[in-house]
Each structure stands twice: as C-alpha cells, then as structure tokens.
C-alpha cells in the first residue's frame, strides 16, 4: 500500500485514528502487530535499540561478522540462537502443521553445558 506523505505531514496519529471507522481501526492494528511479530534479525535488532557495533561486542565478534550475519538467509540453528540470546531473547523453533503446532525441542540446550 503506498501512502502519500503529504497527506500524513503534520498530522498526528490519533487524529487520524479518531477518523477511521472501527473496523478500520481494527485492521490497523492487526496489521501492526503481523508488522510488529514479523521482523528480520536486522529489523529485530534495530527494535532493541541495539547497534551492531554493540552486538558483536555481546557475541565476541567483529561488527563486520554482525553485518554478514543479518545478510545471510541460511544458517545453523546455534548461530540463530546465539543472536537471539545476546539480544536478551529465547529461540523457540516451533513446526506449525494445519491442525495444531509442535514446539521442537532438541535445540533447546544445543551449546549449553553440563553440569
């Protein structure tokens, strides 16, 4: 959907919301949270106000080794989980089928050590 800017200029969003039919509202914010849960490792990063540069110091990488990182479209599970992790977050994996969904388990503790 293109939005013209020139109509949004200057205008808050509340009174634009104010405007909206119910239904419309109610599409608005389903959209944003699809929007808000749907995010790229980059994205995710951004919205935890993380830079790269202080993400590869939490990983002991190098800020280039991030940048690939959010760049790549295949990778190891561990590698997803230990970005996650640094960031503050847990990766589950989690299969969804057409009747219900299934929390994969086997990754949960890949890396962790035995005590």
Same mark, same amino acid.
């Given at each position: 959907m293109a939005w013209d800017v020139g109509i949004m200029a200057g205008k808050k969003l509340s009174v634009l919301r104010e405007k909206m039919t119910p239904e419309a509202q109610a599409r608005g914010q389903e959209k944003f949270e699809q929007l808000r849960s749907e995010m790229d490792l980059a994205e995710l990063r951004r919205a935890r106000l993380l830079s790269q540069e202080s993400l590869a110091q939490l990983l002991q990488v190098s800020q280039g080794s991030v940048a690939k990182m959010e760049k790549r479209t295949?990778?190891?599970?561990? =590698?997803? *989980? *230990?970005?996650? /992790?640094?960031?503050?977050? /847990?990766?589950?994996?989690? $299969? *969804?089928?057409?009747?219900?969904?299934?929390?994969? =388990?086997?990754? $949960?503790?890949?890396?962790?050590?035995?005590?």
């Open positions: 295949d990778m190891y599970i561990s =590698t997803v *989980r *230990r970005f996650i /992790e640094a960031m503050g977050g /847990e990766l589950i994996v989690t $299969a *969804r089928f057409p009747d219900h969904a299934i929390h994969i =388990t086997q990754f $949960a503790d890949m890396g962790k050590t035995k005590d």
